[in-house]
């Protein structure tokens, strides 16, 4: 126990691990991710999460079939997207864009051999409150914010735990045909793919923008010095 990292050093580290080695993942490990996972907070306690764990060779292909044919997509309009950016990015953030991009181009290509693909599913639940003539429609971010929390979990444990992962949503630019492939019923939503193996790199300190860059205080804009 000693030598397991500690929480900061896990969230510090908890960087996306696209490469992943095919050996198997024992259950034992498998659910200490969920069981964990689901300790997370849901409004009103509802636990809306709904867990499929996919080890089946032929639905990860069909997965990953269809999360390439999405990550090409997004490439493409990514590049164009680019192209046309006002300000070209400087030599460190285009370094760090080639590299998160192969990273991502191996995991679209190899998202198959990942041992385990966990699909994070939401039960949705109506709110059915009485109006208010001030008041908006239930956000949809009011829902998902029952379901991240879980997902948040779920990578700081397979980080704990040495297990590397990454959350992705491209399966969602086919969810209705993954839908069909798993019989999942059509009210569940499904929110995260996240593959789990054991990583071929090694973990190490996530990039990030300084916090006085994305923190105002009191009223939007004013920012303040550490
Ligand atoms: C909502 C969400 C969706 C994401 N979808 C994908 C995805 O479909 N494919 C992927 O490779 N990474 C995906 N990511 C991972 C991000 O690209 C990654 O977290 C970010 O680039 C920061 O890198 P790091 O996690 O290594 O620090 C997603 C992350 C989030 C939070």
Request: hydrophobic share 45%; aromatic share 8%.
């Amino acid at each position: 126990m000693a030598d397991d990292p500690g929480l900061f050093e896990i969230m510090y580290s908890l960087r996306s691990m696209r490469r992943l080695k095919p050996d198997p993942v024992p259950d034992a490990l498998i659910w200490k991710i969920l069981d964990a996972a689901t300790r997370a907070p849901s409004g009103g306690n509802t636990q809306p999460w709904r867990f499929l764990v996919i080890r089946d060779a032929a639905t990860k292909r069909f997965i990953q079939e269809r999360y390439k044919r999405g990550w090409e997509r997004y490439v493409q309009a990514n590049l164009q997207a680019a192209a046309d950016a006002p300000v070209p990015p400087t030599a460190d953030e285009a370094a760090a864009r080639v590299k998160m991009v192969t990273a991502a181009t191996h995991l679209a290509d190899h998202l198959h051999e990942a041992p385990v693909m966990v699909l994070v599913c939401m039960q949705p639940r109506a709110m059915n409150l009485p109006p208010d003539p001030e008041s908006q429609p239930p956000s949809p971010a009011a829902l998902y914010a029952s379901i991240f929390p879980a997902v948040q979990n779920l990578l700081l444990t397979c980080r704990a735990l040495g297990l590397g992962a990454t959350l992705t949503t491209l399966h969602l630019l086919y969810e209705q045909s993954i839908k069909d492939r798993l019989g999942i019923p059509a009210e569940i939503q499904s929110v995260a793919l996240v593959p789990v193996g054991w990583p071929v790199g090694t973990f190490g300190p996530v990039t990030r923008a300084p916090i006085e860059t994305v923190t105002f205080w009191d009223a939007w804009g004013t920012t303040r010095t550490r």
